[in-house]
T-cell receptor, first 112, second 118 residues
Framework: GEDVEQSLFLSVREGDSSVINCTYT??????LYWYKQEPGAGLQLLTY?????DMKQDQRLTVLLNKKDKHLSLRIADTQTGDSAIYFC????????????FGTGTKLQVIP | GAVVSQHPSWVICKSGTSVKIECRSL??????MFWYRQFPKQSLMLMAT?????????EQGVEKDKFLINHASLTLSTLTVTSAHPEDSSFYIC??????????????FGAGTRLSVL
């Protein structure tokens, strides 16, 4: 089955860039997602990428996908204190009957 | 668009009682809804998948008689924790998916319900 791994914690200074990394195991066609969870709240979909893409950019967010290494990263430019949250990487095989497998989450702490 | 409302956000109940949690898609029709459980500082664990008008599909190890799921309409799914015990205390999160986004499996999440069983 799919397995998604993330580092647990990242600390950055306000204004710097943050890079959150994720590795996954499945080599089939897949969608990969980044979700944000603030304390005591549900998950907010930030962005997603299909496995035939290498990069996707959306305002301050850049997603990079290295299919060979099965490595996904989320770069947040000009990190703000409001970006402090837990970021989950997730994976789903194509097709609506597949489960979404979530990583363990990376807690991002932004230091003013 | 794609707003999911979950209610209540926090509930405290006595051991042995039942608790119902509602999940509503406010601005779209959700052909499929999902229920997850999240333990402190851990990832989400899928409990069950519910399709409108049919029985829910439970993940292995999840007791269907304990966690009753009803998906009676395209905008509402409910999770009832029956005869709750302290070990059922957790953060329960629902999500919903639009038919148009089935292939991409994009899910929109509610804000979660924190259940504390005394």
């Amino acid at each position: 089955g799919e397995d998604v791994e993330q580092s647990l914690f990242l600390s950055v200074r306000e204004g710097d860039s943050s890079v959150i990394n994720c590795t996954y195991t499945d080599s089939s066609s897949t969608y990969l997602y980044w979700y944000k969870q603030e304390p005591g709240a549900g998950l907010q979909l930030l962005t997603y990428i299909f496995s035939n893409m290498d990069m996707k950019q959306d305002q301050r967010l850049t997603v990079l996908l290295n299919k060979k290494d099965k490595h996904l990263s989320l770069r947040i430019a000009d990190t703000q204190t409001g970006d402090s949250a837990i970021y989950f990487c997730a994976e789903s095989l194509t097709g609506g009957y597949q489960k979404v497998t979530f990583g363990t989450g990376t807690k991002l702490q932004v230091i003013p | 668009g794609a707003v999911v409302s979950q209610h209540p956000s926090w509930v405290i109940c006595k051991s042995g009682t039942s608790v119902k949690i509602e999940c509503r898609s406010l601005d779209f029709q959700a052909t499929t809804m999902f229920w997850y459980r999240q333990f402190p500082k851990q990832s989400l664990m899928l409990m069950a998948t519910s399709n409108e008008g049919s029985k829910a599909t439970y993940e292995q190890g999840v007791e269907k008689d304990k966690f009753l799921i009803n998906h009676a309409s395209l905008t509402l799914s409910t999770l009832t924790v029956t005869s709750a015990h302290p070990e059922d205390s957790s953060f329960y999160i629902c999500s919903a998916r639009r038919l148009a986004e089935l292939a991409k499996n994009i899910q929109y999440f509610g804000a979660g319900t924190r259940l504390s069983v005394l």
